[in-house]
């Protein structure tokens, strides 16, 4: 027995529901249903006035504010660190008493490349906000375990405190479950203090019996988050997909008490998705998730409508681009 | 309202609590009412009447507030009702098949621009039914309208259908059988509860505006449903069917006991069903859907909760998890609260545990959903549900065991089954004895799904082409099975009671004359009745002893019901090509004794040979074209549109009773034992009293056939003391009766519970004629009524992508 698969099955022993060592292979997510439920949390009521304000301004909260283009320059970075410190305009908090309540986004997300930009943007804005960093050969992952590795320690000897790894889909899809929960271990050892959110690209998992799976041994593996997708595959992040990766982390609180973040990335564009994106994680998890430590929203676009929304509300009139400043 | 206004949005911020639900609108429904002065009349001849001097039934919302009153019809309104529908029923019928779809078609386009009213409407009365799920209704009926002579050649319309349901009905159970009866030609008077009154009055006069002729649809309200059974008396209604709860149909069973008109019930309201999670199961799907299932508002049936024990802890938990925190269920009233409370308790004095979503609030008409753990198939709970959100949970082993957990109920109505192990859940489908099983999901409902309570859930099937066939008869029979009578004054319990004439030993002791004894065949034996005496059967003048046969009795149907429940499951498991193959032998041994049986009918009826040889003949020929029938009858796939698999699969009703009739005896006989076996039943036959010789001659085909021992029994004796006997046995799930007017209130007013399916034929002493069937014809739509009346459906429906 390798000592990869001696740790897991130390893991799960050390549980004593999982003390079957097949219980992975008896995963079991009925995709109908999965799509009914989904539907019926779209079908819910989204909240109105003063309740959509205040779920947009969660929403905000939890939003990791991300540029990950291949034209990313120091300037752009810098612009979007001031927009992340402040998300809306002040004179439109101010209206609502919301002024001085903290509201950034949760934290900012690069390239490994633009790290050392962001945080030194931070910095002199004064900001603690958390820098996060997609690593380990985003977004395909095709590249060997030593460069992956390699890249996750860079980035958090740059000052990332937050790492989003992508797992190694080649392991997930033939089932080499034990050997990404290994890989997976390593990069959680590479981040040492950093958070790592672990993206399970669930559009190239081909069956939420898969996600189901991934999700788990992610969890395992001392993931702090499991994101749905790196916003670069065909399929990103779906409701559906939502459902049975928040299971999966109810599923892992219930076993072992361990309450592990959810990170929805990829296509998120409007408002109103935001709100359902709020809703679904309630309805699943519980308000307790409703918080930046356990639920983010990766999104570049997003926060624009949100404004613009505000800006609604505020003012009740309808807002024109440039009203808002630019990120 | 004005308390959360004042929240900030920092507030909301923090608590990221849901807005208050806005309260629906429901201004166009109450403009509807406020034009009828909150006081709606009845619907007749396409316009609302209000006669004078009703007592009036008033309907309140669920706030308790009143919105509206409804008529008390009375016997004046009643007739009047039934002659406009009989003028409709002349327009109706009139028209051609494209004409009546498009009728059906144009109230989708009407319903398009009052749906809004219709959908505020059905809110307000609680009777809840939305205008889409309306749309799909009629889509799906006006195809049938439209091809019902293409596809169903050599039917036609019964005439005028009372549908009658309870006051809890729902507006869908009450379409869904209004809408196949008008599509198949038929004049419709609803009789409908309390809450879908104004619904079913408002679709009405929307259905005038469609262009449905005066009188075609009708409305009669009422206090309760003992109207339904004035209806019934009238003598222009050739059928009623029911909808609703089971003491309501129970109670119109009976009342409409020997008014000489079919009733089929289906008490759909109440119906325990089992909602079965193998380990196999998408354990988190399984909880969140038996969440929503078993506390909704508006609860129509009793789901029972059972789980496979390895996996009962983390259902558990799952339950705990997702309940927590979930909002209490409002109960119709304080009294439901105490019902609840009662039922909690004693299920708690005997070690059930709780699974709350919190704490019942001290007193009010409303209770948190409530899972009772550790309960068992004697418990109260389960045994008597009580109204309000609970759920027992029960544990099972193994597969047979959450087969046999499901199947332990009177009840038969639908069950919910989850398990990704598709074969798991197909044979799980195929045993579960329900109308309707839903494969990871449930309560799937659509018109072309056939909803068909087994057992004690309903004696006829609505939906899909299955349910049609309760409004057509076959358009060559001539006269209705029961003529309209007024109900007999009797008391049942004498009924078959009266003294019998003994057989008188012959003073002549002549051997070779001596009339012969028969034998009847019970289990596959030949043998005399339990009591051992036997009675004279009369030559056709009645001048003398033919022969004696045995007096059976109560013992003596409990043998042969004890013998056909133990070979039935096995024979309808059989291949049914094996089945045709013995029906075929059975044609062949007939053959081979045919001038025993002409011999036979000769000497009963006194035929001549001639036509009595042609009887035969005629018989032989019933039993190859049952034979051929074996392998025809079947079920498909049938087309929801939704994403998934839908079976409809027609099953053997078990045990059937005959009282055979007295015409064509032979032949008579062999073509309902045919059509019974065909399917997969077993049979008990009682032949007639007056006519028994052929049916008894037949046995000697019988014991030296192929077919399983027990499968066909053939009792003779009394026809009303047997009558009795089949009537109160259990097992027994169909009686199929040729006899008298007073038999056939008998069994009506018996046969309610558990609910037999009853197929009575009146048959008049003096003419020897039985319900206009004429047994040398075999039409193929009479040989499918035949066989439809010996099966009832199982849908399956499988969601798949």
Known sequence: MTSSSKSIVSFLSSCSWLSDREWISKVRVNTQAVLRRAQHIQGQKIPNKQWQTAWLLKAVTCIDLTTLSGDDTPSNVHRLCLKAIQPIRYDQLEKMDMHNKGITTAAV??????????????????????????????????????????????????????????????????????????????????????????????????????????????????????????????????????????????????????????KPAGGIRT?????????????????????????????????????RQIYHYVTGQYAAFHELPMA | MAGSTTKTVYDLFQSMECAPAAPSGDATAQAWLDHHSRSLGLFVDSKFVRPADRQSCSLADSKGRVLCSTTCAEEADISQCASSAVNGLEAWRSLSCYQRSKVLLRLVGVLGQHGQCVSELCELCEASC?????????????????????????????????????????????????????????????????????????????????????????????????????????????????????????MLSKATAGMGVPLSVSPYIGATCPFIIFETADLDSAVDEVIEAAFKKRREVCWVLCVQENVVDRVVNRLKLRLAGR????????????????????????????????????????????????????????????????????????????????????????????????????E??????????????????????????????GTSTDGGQEGLFQFLCPSSSSSPPLPHSSPIPMDYSKFGTG????????????????????????????????????????????????????????????????????????????????????????????????RDLSTSIHVQTGLSVDEADREVELSVGRLSVWAAYCDKIQGGSLPVPKPGTALSIPEPLGVLGVVLPEKNPLLSMVTILAAAIATGNAIIMV????????????????????????????????????????????????????????????????????????????????????????WTRSDPALLEDMWRNAVEWKSVWISTA
Not at chain 1, 220 to 228: L, V
Not at chain 2, 429 to 438: I, Y
């Open chain 1, 109 to 262: 997300c690069v390239y490994p490349s633009r790290v050392a930009d962001a945080v030194k943007s931070l910095k002199a804005a004064n900001s603690n906000l958390p820098v996060a960093s997609v690593a380990t050969g985003f977004p395909a992952g095709q590249v060997p375990l030593e460069t992956r590795l390699q890249e996750v320690r860079m980035a958090v000897a740059d000052g990332a405190t937050e790492i989003d790894i992508v797992i190694n889909r080649t392991l997930a899809l033939t089932g080499q479950w034990e050997a990404m929960y290994d890989e997976i271990c390593q990069f959680r050892e590479a981040c040492g203090a950093a958070h790592m959110k672990t993206i399970l690209a669930v559009g190239e998992l081909g069956t939420f019996t898969n996600v189901y799976k991934a999700s788990i041994v992610a969890m395992m593996a001392g993931s702090d988050f499991i994101k749905t997708s790196t916003g670069k595959e065909a399929v990103n992040a779906t409701y559906p997909v939502a459902i049975v990766m928040a299971r999966a982390i109810r599923e892992y609180f219930l076993c072992t008490g361990h309450k592990v973040g959810f």
């Open chain 1, 271 to 307: 408002a109103q998705e935001s709100l359902v994106w709020l809703t679904l994680i309630k309805e699943e998890l519980g308000n307790e998730w409703l918080c930046p430590h356990l639920f983010r929203l990766g999104a570049s676009s997003l926060l624009a409508d949100i404004e």
């Open chain 2, 130 to 250: 939305s205008p889409a799920t309306l749309v799909r209704m009629l889509q799906y009926y006006s195809s049938w309208a439209e091809l019902r002579d293409t596809l169903m050649s050599n039917w036609t319309p019964l005439g005028v259908v009372a549908v009658v349901s309870s006051d809890d009905c729902s507006l869908y159970s009450l379409m869904l059988k209004v809408l196949p009866a008008l599509a198949m030609g038929n004049s419709v008077i609803i009789v409908p509860g309390r809450c879908t009154a104004p619904p079913a009055l408002l679709l009405a006069q929307l259905f005038t505006a469609a262009g449905l002729p005066a009188g075609a649809l009708n409305v009669l309200t009422g206090s309760d449903v003992t109207l339904g059974a004035k209806v019934a008396q009238n003598p222009n209604i050739s059928y009623v069917t029911y909808s609703g709860n089971k003491q309501d149909g129970v």
């Open chain 2, 327 to 426: 909002k209490c269920v409002a109960l119709s009233s304080d009294a439901e609260r105490d019902l609840v409370d009662a039922a909690v308790q004693e299920a708690e004095h005997q070690g059930a545990t709780l699974i709350q979503s919190c704490a019942p609030p001290p007193s009010a008409a409303q209770y948190p959903p409530t899972v009772l753990c550790g309960v068992a198939p004697a418990s109260p709970c389960v045994a008597t549900p009580s109204p309000g959100p609970l759920l027992p949970l029960m544990i099972f082993r193994s597969n047979t065991e959450a087969v046999t957990l499901g199947n332990h109920s009177p009840h038969g109505l639908a069950a919910s089954i989850w398990t990704e192990d598709l074969t798991l859940a197909l």
């Open chain 2, 428 to 457: 799980t489908a195929k045993s579960l004895a329900v109308g309707s099983v839903w494969v990871n999901s449930h309560s799937v409902l659509d018109p072309c799904l056939p909803v068909s309570g087994h057992k004690d859930s």
């Open chain 2, 499 to 594: 003294a019998r004439p003994t057989a008188v030993i012959p003073g002549d002791s002549n051997t070779a004359s001596a009339p012969q004894s028969y034998l009847q065949f019970v289990g596959g034996k030949a043998c005399k009745s339990v009591s051992g005496s036997s009675v004279a059967v009369q030559s056709p003048g009645g001048g003398s002893v033919l022969a004696y046969c045995p007096d059976g009795g109560r013992k003596d149907v409990r043998n042969a019901v004890e013998a056909a429940a133990k070979v039935q499951p096995g024979w309808m498991k059989k291949a049914p090509s094996a089945r045709a193959q013995s029906l075929h032998a059975l044609a062949k041994g007939l053959e081979a004794k045919r």
């Open chain 2, 687 to 774: 032949p007639s009293e007056k006519n028994p010789l052929p049916v008894l001659a037949f046995i000697q085909v019988l014991q030296s056939s192929d077919l399983p021992a027990g499968l066909v029994n053939v009792i003779t004796g009394s026809r009303d003391q047997l009558t009795v006997a089949l009537a109160n046995h259990s097992v027994i799930k169909a009686i199929w009766y040729w006899g008298s007017a007073e038999g056939c209130q008998y069994l009506q007013h018996t046969c309610t519970s558990p609910l037999k399916t009853l197929r009575l034929f009146c048959q008049k002493d003096e003419e020897g004629s039985d319900g206009g069937k004429d």
